[in-house]
């Protein structure tokens, strides 16, 4: 199996996942009590709209009806009416994605391969006060509880020493100012980016740390190890040449694993730090009983780990000749 | 003392002394038994007073949020509701989602992994793909949707929910050991004996299966508790109960982060601390369990 | 000067039930050109033994005393650096595990390439690759598969890819431990052949590890028998094969089919293995020697001569 067909295979199966969970929002909306369309419809809607809204999604037409239209819809991007925002769902969404994107990916990101640096590092000097420090470190900070971190974080560096804005994603003067450059806006969005990424980084990267820790001493004792230090490298290349590659890949995997429960931590921060972010509209769409737009910014981030987990798995069949070349 | 000796120790007393060997494993037993403690404790205050009921209890001189005083050891929230007790009550309330909602998966996810892994073939292809299908979904994300689908739920709903959504990681572990153990000699005497397949499942494979199915026990009970309170701490909690998340909620909506430190950092502490606890204990039985994470020799 | 000379060498493991004596009073030679075998039991000490030539022991490995000198240098006492330019380049190694001593994640020229980078940077990429073939060439792989990844290759293949590594500098001394074990009779023979007329052509000096003694009869020129972390006789293979002297090695010859002789039925060495914790004196293998008298636990047995260079270390003889 090339790496061709192995990504097609995988998203096949990404596909596959994303029908699975459109249909079972779709049964678990009938399921729920009430009448389904009760869910699309806000008591400050004329006769008219209600009939309009029943005639879109079809609910005058059997159930089997109803799931083609819904399907055809969310084809068309068409994913309803939001009532809190009182306009369509797409579009309260669609510039709230990138956002979303950025905080995630970077915090991921650089988590992972500060993790697998530092895990490194603890495994190199296993066994002595850094390591020691490095480990009881990660256990804490991949313990705190999210929203209390990101709280403290912002009593502490936003509202204490001033050192970062408290809330949202750009300072609105900088950005309707014409004559702001490029540079001056991105650097404005990252001094606002700074604490939810921290929140997120300090979160995520003692679990990889630690992943890396054994994984470096567990592959330090393989036979490859051995034979590299016959060969009479040195130790700096046996462990970056040797070990680093295949320590990295279980932690790879754990990246892979763990997106699920990083875009939970994401939901959480966009809300904390108010950061514009799908996961935010998902929390406060569900205290506003706004249906529609909750379950659309749900599959949409279904989509964004999925896919996330697709190009983790293209990664890693990049980094392991064992699966490119099966 | 005699010829027949002592040595041969039972494999749980073995486990025991090689996990008190770890002083992760003790660091977090030492701070889980004072979680214990403070559950117990929840239930003493209301005893002495109504006014330390951690819900209902508000103390009649006091309408804004208050620093620790001698009557209220870690001072009041908004309403002049006392927070240790509500701290208290938070315990026992993250034991009790923490242990069931654990509990509940790790039995689902044993018996799903060891059927898939007993039988193979299609049960094993649709366990597994489901399996895949609801581990790439943010078990937090799905929970606040279906909240807003049934119009906000009970305590029990989210610790079932959670159960429903935590159970495929320890599926997959169980399958990979039921697979290796089904070639075993034992199974394969106990199939040519003619024994049943639930026989078989129940009285050979089980008892292997659960030591397993225990480390990732302690796992899932911080997943589940942190997936509790990050819950609460949105507004979604249980509203008839107070847990830690929700504590940080009320800090949080009131306005009192920046005011009253007294307030927002002892909710956090515990969750952060309890989680920690739970985390330490399954890494000292990981190494329990897995003689590869094992030191046996002096560095 | 002797290409390698062992001197009194003792080492032991540390380990939590407490010190583990897994080499003693091991003395030994090599010359230039000569194939020496050591033959003994699973957990006998072999592996321990050729990981000291190249100073690869694990961490809590300690040698207690002895000298390791190769061509008049104790290895030792290198400082880092001089024993990152010995390994390899003077003497190489044939893992036990030689299927898993390559990286899984590298390819297997890149892994040979990188060996002769390590001892010669200057090399250019051309001539590099020259050398690289060549070892391809020499081993019966094809240079197809250079670019290939060990888990494509067979195990014939890996183990011949590791031989070509271990050939890739022209060191001076190859220790082989178990090189062909893990391979079938046929691919084991041809294997055997082909590095036997590798050792001739240039002259290489072989130590053999091995646990079956028929082979290291038929490969070796001289034998060492090994028992509990001592060498228990040594001699030439034809004076240890016609003669064998010591109790522990003539059990040894009666477990193991011979080619020449007809396959007789294996006879098992009755009693376990020992394990010695302290410097214990006796005959380590006092409690399963068939000729074992009061003596013998006590006394630990001086090296006797029993022929020209056939030397046995047994207080009955
Ligand atoms: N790192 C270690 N720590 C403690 N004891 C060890 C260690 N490595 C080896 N030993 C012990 O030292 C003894 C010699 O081991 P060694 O690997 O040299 O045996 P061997 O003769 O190569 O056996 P085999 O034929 O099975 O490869 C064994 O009893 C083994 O248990
Ligand atoms: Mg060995």
């Known amino acids: 199996m090339n790496l061709k067909t192995f990504i097609l295979k995988r998203s096949i199966q990404v596909v596959i996942s994303f029908y699975v969970i459109l249909s079972l929002l779709f049964f678990l909306l009938r399921l729920s009590p009430g009448d389904p369309y009760s869910k699309y419809i806000d008591s400050d809607m004329t006769q008219q709209e209600i009939e309009l809204i029943k005639k879109q999604m079809g609910l005058d ?33 669609k510039n709230k994605i990138l956002n979303t994107i950025l905080l995630f990916t970077t915090s991921v990101i650089v988590s992972a391969l500060v993790g697998i640096f530092l895990g490194r590092i603890a495994a190199w000097r296993r066994n002595t006060s850094l390591d020691a420090g490095l480990t009881i470190a990660s256990l804490v900070t ?67 740390l630690l992943l890396m820790r054994n994984s470096m001493l567990g592959t330090l004792k393989e036979d490859y190890i051995l034979t590299a230090r016959a060969k009479g490298l040195r130790e700096k290349d046996i462990i970056n040449r040797h070990a680093l590659p295949n320590a990295a890949l279980p932690v790879v995997t754990s990246v892979g694993l763990s997106l ?8 959480l921060t966009e809300t904390v730090f108010s950061w514009p ?43 392991d000749p064992r699966i490119r070349y099966e | 003392m005699s010829e027949l000796g002592f040595e041969g120790k039972g494999p749980l007393r073995e486990a025991w002394e090689l ?26 205050p209301p005893m002495i007073d109504p006014m330390y009921h951690p819900m209902k209890g508000v103390d009649p001189e ?39 909602a654990a509990l509940m998966s790790i039995i689902l996810g044993t018996f799903l992994g060891m059927l898939a892994g007993y039988f193979g073939g299609v049960v094993d292809t649709l366990l597994m793909r489901t399996a895949d299908v609801i581990m790439v979904l943010p078990t937090l994300l799905v929970i606040l949707v279906l909240a807003s689908l049934f119009k906000g739920l009970s305590i029990w709903s989210i610790v079932i929910i959670i159960a429903l959504f935590r159970w495929p990681g320890v599926s997959r572990v169980i399958r990979a050991q039921t697979l290796s153990l089904k070639n075993r000699p034992f199974v394969e005497a106990a199939k040519a004996l003619g024994a049943s397949h639930l026989r078989i499942m129940m009285r050979h494979l089980l008892p292997n299966l659960v030591p397993l199915a225990f480390l990732y026990m302690t796992f899932r009970v911080t997943a589940a508790i942190v997936i509790e309170a990050a819950l609460a701490f949105l507004g979604f909690g249980d509203p008839t109960t107070v847990s830690w998340g929700m504590m940080l909620q009320w800090v949080w909506k009131t306005g009192h982060m920046f005011k009253a430190p007294y307030w927002l950092l002892p909710p956090g502490i515990c969750i952060s601390l309890i989680t920690l606890s739970f985390y330490m204990i399954g890494r000292a039985m990981e190494q329990v369990l897995d003689p590869r994470l094992r030191k046996d020799w002096e560095g | 000067m002797r290409l390698l000379e062992v001197r009194d060498l003792a ?12 080499l003693e009073d091991i003395q030994f030679h090599v010359e230039k050109g000569e194939v020496l075998a050591f033959v003994g039991e699973s957990g006998c000490g072999k592996t321990t033994l050729g990981m000291s030539i190249l100073r690869l022991l694990p961490e809590n490995a300690h040698i207690l005393r002895g000298e390791i000198l190769f061509e008049g240098r104790d290895i030792l006492r290198l400082s880092q650096e001089e024993l990152r330019r010995y390994r390899w380049k003077e003497v190489s190694m044939i893992f036990q595990a030689a299927m898993n001593s390559l990286n899984p994640v590298k390819r297997v020229g890149d892994q040979i390439k990188e060996a002769i980078q390590t001892h010669e940077p200057d090399i250019s990429k051309g001539e590099l690759k020259r050398r690289v073939e060549a070892l391809f060439r020499l081993v019966n792989l094809p240079l197809s598969r250079i670019g290939d990844y060990p888990h494509q290759y067979s195990g014939g293949m890996r183990q011949r890819a590791v031989i070509a590594m271990a050939l890739a500098l022209r060191p001076k001394l190859i220790i082989a431990d178990e090189a062909t074990t893990a391979l079938d009779v046929i691919v084991q023979d041809q294997i055997l052949k082909e590095t036997k007329l590798l050792q001739k052509e240039f002259g290489l000096s072989f130590i053999f590890i091995s646990h079956d003694i028929a082979l290291a009869f038929e490969v070796a020129d001289r034998v060492a028998v090994m028992y509990g972390g001592r060498v228990v006789e040594m001699g030439s293979s034809h004076d240890l094969e016609d003669s064998p002297t010591h109790p522990y090695t003539m059990a040894l010859l009666e477990s193991y089919p011979t080619l020449t002789v007809e396959r007789r039925r294996l006879r098992p060495i009755p009693g376990d293995p020992i394990k010695v914790t302290g410097g214990a004196k006796g005959c380590r293998f006092f409690m399963r020697c068939p000729e074992a008298e009061a003596s013998c636990k006590e006394i630990t047995p001086p090296w006797v001569e029993v022929g020209k260079g056939h030397m046995v270390s047994c207080l009955r003889r």
């Not at chain 1, 020493?161 to 300072?171: A, D, K, N």
């Not at chain 1, 699920?260 to 939901?267: E, V």
Request: glycine residues 8%; neutral net charge; contains cysteine.
């Open chain 1, 61 to 93: 037409k059997h159930i089997f009806y109803q799931y083609l239209i819904y399907i055809r819809n969310l084809i068309k991007m068409d994913f309803g009416y939001s009532f809190h925002y009182g306009t369509h769902v797409w579009d309260v969404i």
């Open chain 1, 142 to 208: 991949h313990t705190i509880f999210l929203p209390w971190l990101g709280l403290l974080l912002i009593w502490i560096f936003g509202y204490k020493f001033e050192l970062f804005p408290l809330s949202g994603i750009y300072t609105p003067e900088i950005w309707l100012d014409p004559e702001c450059g490029f540079l001056r806006k991105a650097l404005d969005v990252m001094h606002h980016m700074a604490l939810p990424f921290l929140s997120l980084f300090l979160l995520h990267f003692g679990g990889y």
């Open chain 1, 260 to 267: 699920a429960f990083s875009i939970n931590g994401g939901a």
């Open chain 1, 277 to 319: 972010g799908i996961g935010r509209e998902l929390v406060m769409a569900v205290s506003h009983n706004d249906y529609p737009l909750a379950q659309a910014a749900f599959l949409l981030i279904a989509i964004v780990v999925l896919l996330a987990n697709v190009l983790v798995d293209i990664l890693y069949a990049f980094l």
């Open chain 2, 19 to 44: 996990f008190l060997e770890s002083s992760i494993g003790k660091a977090g037993l030492i701070i889980l038994s004072i979680f214990a403690l403070m559950a117990i404790f929840s239930f003493v």
């Open chain 2, 62 to 100: 006091i309408t804004t949020s208050q620093p620790p005083s001698l009557r209220h050891w870690l001072g009041t929230d908004f309403m002049g509701r006392d927070i240790l007790s509500q701290l208290l009550a938070g315990a026992r309330v993250a034991f009790l989602v923490g242990i069931t």
């Open chain 3, 11 to 22: 080492l032991e493991y540390r380990t939590k039930k407490g010190p583990f004596l897994a």
